[in-house]
């Protein structure tokens, strides 16, 4: 079975672009997650849907971030525009509700 | 609010030593407890739960016992490799709450 899986692995772009992080659930999980890991701040947890439903934002930092779920498979993360302070690896994580969680392989975003 | 703490790391280890990573938690109600494990360049995944105090999570050879009196789940095994070498994190999450709150992260390097 596939796992959860994000595209890009890896970004690099320059200060005031956008980005734009995409993420698959594995088939059958209704809740998505999407994290952000630095070293300074360690795992945050940026913002968690539903059922397609974004429950809990608070997590987003400014609202330079958005985040979507077009359908029940596939989220988004979006920056823009983007600023050195949000370099950091970028990870979404699917489950059943009040399951355990299942990551991806992280998305390494470097803004010049 | 809810918290956890684990030990600072890096813990280095030299092979078929014995490990400890002590990890503490502050929470309301009755969470269940996990350790998860992120190999380098991967997302983390589950290495092994507790949902109720004095169950004892196991997987790989790893263990934890869920102790409520101490407010604790301490991740231990008998005899490390050097492919256990990773970051663990600590966590909880507790029932009927969809966040999962993770600790610091504590990296082990284990040396042959």
């Known amino acids: 079975d596939a796992g959860v899986i994000q595209s890009p692995r890896h970004e690099v772009t320059e200060m005031g672009q956008e980005v734009t992080l995409r993420c698959k659930l594995i088939s059958g999980h209704n809740s998505l997650f999407w994290y952000r890991q630095t070293m300074m701040r360690g795992l945050e947890l940026l913002i968690y849907f539903n059922n397609n439903v974004p429950i809990d934002d608070s997590g987003m930092p400014e609202d330079r971030f958005s985040a979507k779920m077009p359908n029940a498979s596939f989220s988004t993360l979006k920056i823009q525009p983007s600023e050195p302070r949000d370099s950091a690896v970028y990870f979404c994580?699917?489950?059943?509700?009040?399951?355990?969680?299942?990551f991806g392989e992280g998305s390494r975003l470097t803004v010049l | 609010g809810d918290s956890v703490t684990q030990m600072e790391g890096p813990v280095t280890l030299s092979e078929e030593a014995f490990l400890t990573i002590n990890c503490t938690y502050t929470?309301?109600?009755?969470?269940?407890l996990f350790w998860y494990v992120q190999y380098p360049g991967e997302g983390l995944q589950l290495l092994l739960k507790a949902t109720k105090a004095d169950d004892k999570g196991s997987n790989k050879g790893f263990e934890a016992t869920y102790r409520k009196e101490t407010t604790s789940f301490h991740l231990e095994k008998g005899s490390v490799q050097v492919s256990d070498s990773a970051v663990y994190f600590c966590a909880l999450k507790n029932t009927g709450g969809f966040k999962t709150i993770f600790g610091a992260g504590t990296r082990l390097f284990v040396k042959a």
């Open positions: 929470a309301t109600g009755y969470p269940s």
């Open positions: 994580a699917s489950s059943l509700t009040g399951g355990e969680l299942f």
